[in-house]
Every structure is written in structure tokens, then in C-alpha cells.
């Protein structure tokens, strides 16, 4: 079936530093997602992309949606201990409601 | 507005039990969709539902799982048969009408067979 392969797998790094993370895809997707989930809770979408070559800021997040359409980045700068968890990518394609494909997320870990 | 509903929040059973999972979604929002995440994994689709309706289920076991969104009330995703493989992060996530509008996730349900 259809795999979105993330990486890194996990991160530890020191506060202050800029995070980068990735996301490939062997197939097309229409709409590339950035969630963050924290322990025990659901995940929050923290960016939508929505068009090739789109690149968008949510105060310290920045993500691209790659001119391919089989990727997409994910950078955090000047990280802080709050931006602990697990951070996964999810691509949709056209007409499939909200059926998305995660890839297996990369862990971060903040140390103060 | 309260967000995505999902009860239980942890949920025991014996191998052989039926596990039911609730999930009551944001107030207008007719689309229901049902995730599973194993530890230390993504979140893997597993069935769309809208009201009364089955959209897609190509995520869905053959085999003792099933959803339904009723007309009134949460939408429901039934394990019967409960085995150790079944334990994990059930999430549902729920969109307004529009389609191609971002759903919001529930806190999960775990499910922990023993």
C-alpha cells in the first residue's frame, strides 16, 4: 500500500537549535499535513499545504510542498522545550475526503 | 464548541470480548473517519462514514471490525472477538460537510487487550 517515509526517526537536540524533518512519498499526493501529537492526545494540525512549490509559516514552522508532489519538509527554528512530540506528515489526494496517509513520524526531543 | 468526543479514553478487555469504541464528532460535522496507531507508529486509515453511510472501509479489517454513524447519536467502531494484536490508539477525526476541509482529531481511545 501507499508509505510515507519520514526522517529522521527521532532527534534530541538542544534548545535554541533549528529542527529539520522530511517527508517522501513514492506516489502524488494533492495536500501534504503537518501534525503534532502529544503524549496520550490526538493529533493538531500545525500546517496544510495545498499547492506544489507552496511554502507556508506558522509562527516558528515552516513547511514546503515539494514540486514533485511526493514531498514535503517540515522545519522548526529556535526550538523550545514545549516543542516536544512526535511530529508526522500526512498526505491526501483529490476526492478522498479526509482518508490521509501518515508517515511514521519523528520524535523530538528538546533539552533545555 | 466542543471538539471531537471519543469514550472511552482506555478501554480493557479480555481476549475474546467485544470492544466498542465511541466517537461523537464536532457539532455540524457530518463526515466521520476512524484511525488505528500501533506504539510507535503512524496513524493508519481505517474507515470513512458519513450519516448512515459507509464511504469507504478500505482500511478496515476483513474480520470482526465494523462502524456505523447513525442518524442520531456517536459513531460507533466494534471489535469483536478482541485479540493482542487489536491493542492500540484508536482515533477518529470528524469534517464539516465541505469536503477537502481539514478534520479535527479526538483524543483517542487505547486499547489495551490482555
Known amino acids: 500500500g501507499q508509505q510515507l517515509n519520514q526522517s529522521p526517526q527521532s532527534m534530541f537536540i538542544q534548545e535554541g537549535e533549528d529542527v529539520s524533518m522530511n517527508c517522501t512519498s513514492s506516489?502524488?499526493?494533492?495536500?501534504w499535513l503537518w501534525y503534532k501529537q502529544d503524549p496520550g492526545e490526538g493529533p493538531v494540525l500545525l500546517i496544510a499545504?495545498?499547492?506544489?512549490?507552496e511554502l507556508t509559516s506558522n509562527g516558528r514552522l515552516t513547511a514546503q510542498f515539494g514540486i514533485t508532489r511526493k514531498d514535503s519538509f517540515l522545519n522548526i527554528s529556535a526550538s523550545i522545550p514545549s516543542d516536544v512530540g512526535i511530529y508526522f506528515c500526512?498526505?491526501?489526494?483529490?476526492?478522498?475526503?479526509?482518508?490521509?496517509?501518515f508517515g511514521g513520524g519523528t520524535r523530538l526531543m528538546v533539552k533545555p | 464548541n466542543a471538539g471531537v468526543m471519543q469514550n472511552p479514553r482506555h478501554l480493557v478487555r479480555r481476549r475474546g470480548q467485544e470492544a466498542r469504541l465511541r466517537c461523537s464528532p464536532m457539532?455540524?460535522?457530518?463526515?466521520v473517519y476512524w484511525y488505528r496507531q500501533l506504539p510507535e507508529e503512524g496513524l493508519k486509515f481505517m474507515v470513512y462514514l458519513q450519516k448512515e453511510n459507509i464511504i469507504d472501509e478500505s482500511g478496515m479489517p476483513k474480520e470482526r471490525f465494523s462502524a456505523e454513524f447513525p442518524k442520531e447519536g456517536p459513531s460507533i467502531l466494534r471489535i469483536q472477538q478482541v485479540v493482542r494484536g487489536d491493542s492500540a490508539a484508536y482515533f477518529c477525526a470528524s469534517s464539516p460537510t465541505v469536503l477537502n476541509t481539514e478534520a479535527f482529531f479526538g483524543q483517542g481511545t487505547r486499547l489495551t487487550v490482555v
Open positions: 457539532k455540524g460535522h457530518s463526515h
Open positions: 500526512a498526505g491526501r489526494k483529490d476526492n478522498a475526503g479526509n482518508m490521509l496517509t
Open positions: 499545504l495545498y499547492k506544489a512549490g
Open positions: 506516489s502524488i499526493f494533492n495536500t
